[in-house]
């Protein structure tokens, strides 16, 4: 998907809910959110979790995820990178709203080129990512959208994105 994902969490995320919540770009936890790969402690290995974490979470506290089986906090999820933000129970909502009213203000054209670039240019080697997304950068660049991001900056005023 390369539209921005937001994922708010409050409560169990487990499994293969954490699996899918890792991949969205912003994981926002309410306090008390906890987060777990609990099939270590049942025998049975968590493959598509263990193939699927972000690179954005690092070796170590993937491991202390994979391998130990024990849920964590939302503090923690956190400090590991796995969560973007946390906030109160009932705040959740909002705050995943107020970031959602956010993307909705910039370019999505421009948003959905920088997150597939983001996506691809990782498998990519570097020189065939610059040159993919200098293909994306003009293509995106030649928009409707584009023009009318540059007209409304010239007219200091906020741009009405069409997505054309």
């Known amino acids: 998907i390369f539209k921005p994902t937001i994922c708010a ?13 890792a991949h969205c770009d912003f994981l926002i936890a309410a306090e008390s959110a906890t987060f777990s790969y609990p099939e270590v402690k049942i025998g049975v290995p968590t493959i598509v979790g263990a193939l699927r974490l972000p690179p954005r ?3 170590q506290p993937a491991m202390e995820l994979l391998l130990l089986g024990d849920p964590v ?6 400090e590991m990178g796995l969560a973007w933000k946390v906030v ?36 990519l080697p570097w020189l065939d990512a610059v040159r993919f997304g200098e293909t994306m950068r003009k293509v995106a660049g030649a ?6 991001g ?15």
Do not use: S
């Open 150 to 164: 540059i007209q409304a900056a010239a007219e200091r005023r906020p741009p009405a994105w069409q997505g054309r």
């Open 57 to 59: 979470i690092g070796w």
């Open 143 to 148: 928009t409707e959208d584009a023009r009318e």
């Open 88 to 123: 109160a129970d009932d705040e959740l909502l909002a705050e995943a709203r107020r970031l959602a009213d956010r993307l909705c203000a910039a370019a999505p054209l421009a948003q959905r080129a920088i997150k597939e670039m983001a996506t691809r240019g990782r498998e």
């Open 9 to 21: 969490v409050n409560g169990p995320c487990v499994g293969y809910g954490l699996t899918a919540a």
């Open 73 to 78: 906090d939302a503090q923690r999820a956190k």
